[in-house]
């Protein structure tokens, strides 16, 4: 997601794609990628060496669209498919034989996608709730920052909160991007209040970090934006902690401030926004048309260091 289709110099992405091109290229499946943008995106991220693309679709129209654009599509394994429904329980079929490590949206809908990768049988499903992350370069602020979750949880209860930045913590810790990242959990004030239900859920995630049931991250909320990201909005409120002024993650209330803060920072602040979601299988790359060049590449790049992470921290199976 970007207002700004230019290429950012020296950008917090730069060092995600290097750090992706270290690693070997991830097998990704790629759904219905039938338009220039979604097309275009697989095979920029596959030339610079970041995923190695299977492209699920109707193959005549992936090739139309490849011809009608001069993209060249002769080295890529294509999967034909009837339509995009078909594309998409294909490319969870193709994951389940483990012919891929990522699932990444081509042009159709993102509600057609989740129906294939959440379907109680023959899914993606994890213990894990599905939450979705939208890693931002914002370039006003010196830290790549986290916005969680804005396009797949529309009201999270506590329950869906904790693996919603459980979520984001693995990522973060496994991805490059550091270790034990300070998390905001944001709501209107920064106190308790019956008044405003998330800030009462954003004093009990903070307990339940405290009692080991979120891990990996240091947590403080309620928070409002300002004082999570503004040392100095952070002192004159006279707010002491590891988090406030300086998060790395943003925890939103629920989708709709999610999307719109996101939103916010990519017309106003001129951020790039990386969508991934996380909780599945398998990372899924969640791309927009919106999207510039370099945010797609660089969804891509996170969800493969992600890939990459994970993989080596899978068990061998004895021979």
Known sequence: ?????????????????????????????????????????????????????????????????????????????????????????????????????????????????????????????????????????????????????????????????RDIIQNAIDLYNQAGFGKTPRVAILSAVETVTSKIPSTIEAAALCKMADRGQITGGVLDGPLAFDNAIDPEAARVKGIVSEVAGRAQILMVPDLESGNMLAKNLAYFAKADGAGIVLGARVPVVLTSRADSPRARMASCAVAALYASARRQKAPTVAA
Do not use: W
């Open 1 to 161: 997601m970007s207002a700004d289709t230019t290429h950012k110099t020296g950008s917090k992405y730069d060092r995600l794609i290097a750090m992706a091109q270290a690693v070997p290229p991830t097998p990704t499946i790629v759904v219905h990628p039938c338009d220039e943008t979604s097309l275009r995106g697989a095979i920029d991220s596959a030339s610079v060496g970041i995923i190695r693309p299977i492209l699920v679709g109707p193959e005549k129209k992936i090739r139309d669209t490849a011809a009608k654009f001069d993209l060249d599509v002769s080295g890529f394994e294509i999967v034909d498919a009837a339509h995009s429904d078909d594309a998409a329980a294909k490319g969870v079929e193709l994951i389940h034989a483990a012919r891929g490590e990522l699932l990444m949206k081509g042009s159709l809908h993102t509600d057609e996608l989740m129906r294939a990768v959440t379907a109680k049988t023959g899914g993606l499903r994890t213990d894990r709730r599905i939450s979705h992350v939208f890693v931002m370069d914002v370039p006003a602020y010196a830290e790549t920052i986290f916005v969680t979750d804005a396009a797949i949880n529309i009201f999270p209860d506590l329950d869906a909160k």
